[in-house]
């Protein structure tokens, strides 16, 4: 997105939708109760549902973290918001600068930072791993930490979205369970590389199923 080449009106429209969207993200980083489960000690690449993408206000050490975030326009807005959290971005997806995300990705990752994938967006389909993770865990050689989120609190809403996106609403408390690392091996078929997406996703949702059935358990470790 080019600001300068678009109209005065649009573009003092995004400057709005920007500064409100920092607003917003101030406050509930502010507000929301994150209690991290299993949180990673060395560095990662967290895997999370597009709906759940807010598990990045519980990243511990945001200076060593980078989220991949769309390319689109709406993508452009989200990481410019994102900045006010000190969350960094590496801008692409499936159909646009996947390639040049996915060599930025692995570079920010042998530097030493650890990123975040939303690994079935961003367009779906909802619940399907891409074999983009895969492909960065191979090459970087960095494990892969799936997540799962979940609150029963009032203030955990659901949009009506594709990916039915969760947000939480001022002092929610939530949840965040963290999986053990996975490492991918160096050298994969095309085929195996398609069984490492289905061994991810299974882990995603067998963590996710663990949480929503003892979260109260969780909740009081």
Avoid at 11 to 25: A, E, N
Avoid at 28 to 38: A, F, G, M, V
Avoid at 123 to 147: E, W
């Amino acid at each position: 997105m080019q600001n300068q080449k678009k109209p005065l009106k649009e573009r003092l429209q995004l400057w709005s939708l920007i500064r409100l969207l920092k607003l917003f993200f101030l406050t509930e980083q502010h507000l929301l109760k994150i209690k991290s489960i299993n949180y990673p000690k060395e560095q990662f690449i967290f895997s999370m549902w597009h709906c759940h993408q807010c598990l990045v206000y519980g990243v511990k050490d945001k200076s060593t973290f980078y989220a991949l975030i769309s390319a689109s326009n709406d993508g452009e807005i989200i990481a410019k918001a994102a900045e006010c959290l000190n969350i960094k971005s590496v801008r692409g997806s499936t159909k646009r600068r996947g390639v040049a995300a996915s060599l930025e990705l692995i570079e920010k990752l042998k530097a030493g930072n650890s990123v975040g994938i939303m690994v079935d967006g961003p367009r779906g389909p909802r619940g399907k791993v891409k074999d983009g993770i895969i492909n960065i865990a191979k090459i970087s050689q960095v494990p892969i930490v799936p997540v799962a989120w979940h609150s029963k609190s009032k203030l955990y809403f659901e949009l009506n979205t594709w990916d039915k996106f969760k947000v939480p609403i001022g002092p929610c408390q939530t949840v965040a369970l963290y999986g053990e690392p996975i490492h991918i091996p160096e050298e994969l078929t095309k085929e195996e590389i398609q069984e490492w997406c289905e061994k991810i996703e299974a882990e995603m949702n067998r963590l996710q199923k663990d949480l929503e059935e003892n979260y109260d358990k969780y909740l009081k470790q």
